[in-house]
């Protein structure tokens, strides 16, 4: 549908909408939704930052883990699992 076309059908619709109290309070309700600016994260900019900073210093670590079968025998060994 063309924007001219869109733009008569809406305004046309929202003549009828604007007649029935019930759909007017569903219309205002879509404004608002739209309108409706994004809420703020409750998780603050300096968590964000310090996972951020911990997540580098653990991608730096050249460090090498120990495999679970390493695990598994160092506690086989230690406990005699």
Do not use: C, P
């Amino acid at each position: 549908m063309e924007t001219r076309e869109l733009r008569r059908k809406l305004i046309k619709d929202f003549g009828k909408f604007i007649e029935d109290d019930s759909k007017l309070e569903i219309l205002e309700s879509v404004f608002a939704a739209i309108n409706h600016d994004e809420k703020k994260s409750i998780v603050s900019d300096s968590h964000y930052d310090l996972v951020a900073e911990e997540r580098e210093k653990y991608l730096s670590n050249k460090k090498e883990a120990t495999s679970w079968e390493e695990v598994e025998q160092r506690l086989n060994d230690k406990y005699g699992f």
